[in-house]
């Protein structure tokens, strides 16, 4: 099975905690880290990817020192390196411009505003999951439970 | 009778009108308030002001307004002395002890005067006395204008003062309640985990006032470090054991093994402890943060003394999200006092770093960098704010200080759309100054402020 990681970045250790513990329950089958800066995320990033495991979901804040979070998805989009990867911006200060590039050119999944509700956090993350999985061919039996069950039938029937 | 001489300056003209007409005619005293025309009323004299000063008013509205006013060798009467209605369109008043000298439509006619020729004469003279009327009413408006912008930044001011009190009273008695009931849900948790064992207090006690936790790399290191020594241990397992142990233990086996026999139970613990330190950190933040909007909006902002350090700590906390993104170097001398609001200060200092951190970030300057430096000068207290955005250009640099000038272009901001005359204002209340300079990749603010040793 392989081993896939769901990174959260997000410079205020109270709100990443928030975050970490808000997805916490999908951590029986996925790795989940956090980061307290997208430099830090980039780095952890990329050790994963070096040892052959896989990254399916970025949630990062927009507002933080240095590199900021659309910038950061940005970069992570433009590599290459993740091709199926999927991307949430989850922020409470965004500007307009800032989330016209987060969409155009980070190309994210999914904004979400703070404070968000656990209950929508959890059934996106799962939701997105579910896609990265399929799109990468991976065996979706093995995370069955965790697995976004419309979004599933929908794919399996158009692969019939 | 002829009038001498066709074209002539304007000088020369009024001197022969003068000579002419009005030497040898009847002369009028005034006292200060006494009326020479009523407004409405007909009127068959021309008069030449030869002494004080009068002025020309309407009623509007049961107000007085004032339309024009008039000197030493200038005309009154003009309008209805010559038009055709023959009233006065103004109520004129003298306005101190007037000497005019006037001549009538009556003694026109016996003068036997080529009355065109005449009229052609004063030609000059009626437009020259329009023109001036004109410029009178340029300049009232003018002042009325300038007084109506005030009113309007002031009023945007009060409105805000009003607005962020009443928000942050009720903020404030949000965040109370908050706060009150994390303390008492903290010690009721305190007796319910007592029966546990005094390890799973402690633990509490110890997560919930903990200064600084480990960093997310840290922790990643220690879990990392458990896997390897600890075959047996699962991954969520080396997570939970690198919260509840310190470093120290993580390396001790036997301390490692024993927590494993009640890892969730004290997992538990120690999360309860870590979101009430975490719920006591947001609350605290929230409350600082409304005591600074609050002190911003201060609406009685009586002087007292203040030291300038803790003014620019208390405006770096409130413009702390826009400057999140860029380098801040401080240099503050403590001790440093003046006379002076409050509120004044740190809103003069959150003008200026917000429009260095907004300028930076429009034109995407590259490491964008903001410095901050108070320090003392002949007796002066000096206050610089420097940036390495993009500058100002040189003609641009009066014009930033009035009101309406502003280079931002939409988007999120928390403002007053007033900026650096906020600034210039502020500052000069407090008998200081404000100095630009700027060329790309520095702009330097510099505020002075006289010292006051209390």
Redo the contacts between chains.
Sequence with gaps: MDKIYIICVDDQ??V???VL?DIGSL??KF?I????SAE?AEE?MQEIDAKGNLVGLVISDH????K?GVEFLTDVKESDMYPNLKKILLTG?????DTIRAINKAEIDYYFAKPWEKHDLLLKVKHLMTAFILDTGLDYQDYMIYMDQQLLYRRLKERV | MTINGTYQSKESLFNRIKEQFFSNTEVLNLKKGDVLLHEGKSNDRLFLVLQGSLKGVIKHNDESIELFHCEKDMFVGVYSFFSDSGNSYTTVIAQEPTKLAFISKGQLKELDLDLVEFHECFLPIIVNELHHRQQDAQRYYEIKEGALKKLVVQEKLAALGQLSAGLAHELNNAVAVLNQKIESFNSRLEVTLKSKGDQYIELLQKTSTQHS?E???EK?QQVGYLLKQHKSIT??QAKKLACILSDEQIKDKTIVQNTLGQIDALFEAW?FG?DLH?MK??TDHASHIISSVKTLAAPNRDKEMVDIKFTILKALTLVQ?QI??LDLVTSLELGLETLAGEGDLVQVWVNLIKNAAEAMTNAGTKDPRIEVNLTSENNQIVVTVRDNGPGIPQEKQKSIFAPDYTTKK???TFGLGLGLSIVENLVHKYDGTVDLSSVPGQTNFTIKLPINHG
Excluded: I, Q, W, Y
């Design positions: 250790p109270e990443l905690n928030s513990e951590e029986e790795f880290e956090g980061c307290e830090e952890l507002v933080m020192p240095n900021n200060l965004a500007t307009h411009e | 936790f960093s997310s790399k990643r991954r969520p999360s870590r975490d950190v947001a999200h999140k993104n939409g988007g999120l």
